[in-house]
């Protein structure tokens, strides 16, 4: 558990744009865009990580993602989005408190690159996918001692 910036803007203590709220969970515009619309969802519950995040802000998560991920794209006419999600310093997390990005993705236009000359000054989202391989002898071992934890 922490106090974190978004702790802080959650209170009120600081501000933001904020397009969403209800008892469980805000949503305010990025302050670094990645892309047009860029927005961050986050429980009020001040979870550092996913794993510690309880099943019922989770859930409160879960149930206005698609609504608000929905708002903006009709708004930005992003014609696709990516919901990303970072854990810790090693999968890119800054912020230490628990939140979802929603990104705007325009086909046929550089991420960030929209009329407004802000969104002209960077490479926007850039995603570098390299899969390895899973025998099924592995996917075997491996889901069995994840399933006993569930
Ligand atoms: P992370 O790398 O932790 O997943 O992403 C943190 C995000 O929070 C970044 O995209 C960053 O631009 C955003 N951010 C950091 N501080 C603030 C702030 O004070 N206000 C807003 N609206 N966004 C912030």
């Known amino acids: 558990m922490t106090d974190s910036i978004f702790s802080k803007i959650i209170r009120g203590e600081i501000d933001s744009h904020k397009i969403y709220e209800d008892d469980f969970v805000i949503a305010i515009l990025d302050i670094g865009p990645l892309s047009e619309g860029h927005a ?75 009329g407004s000359p802000s969104f002209k000054n960077g490479p926007g989202l850039e995603l570098n996918w390299n899969p390895g391989t899973l025998t099924p002898e592995e996917a075997l071992e491996l889901g069995k001692h994840i399933k006993r934890l569930l």
């Open 40 to 114: 961050l969802v986050i429980p009020k519950e001040p979870a550092v990580t996913i794993d510690e995040l309880s099943d019922e802000h989770a859930a409160a998560v879960g149930r206005v993602l698609p609504r608000i991920t929905r708002a903006i794209k009709k708004v930005t006419g992003a014609t696709a989005i990516n919901i990303l999600q970072n854990n810790g310093s090693d999968a890119g997390q800054v912020v230490e408190h628990v939140h979802f990005h929603i990104i705007p993705r325009f086909k046929d236009r550089g991420e960030n690159v929209q």
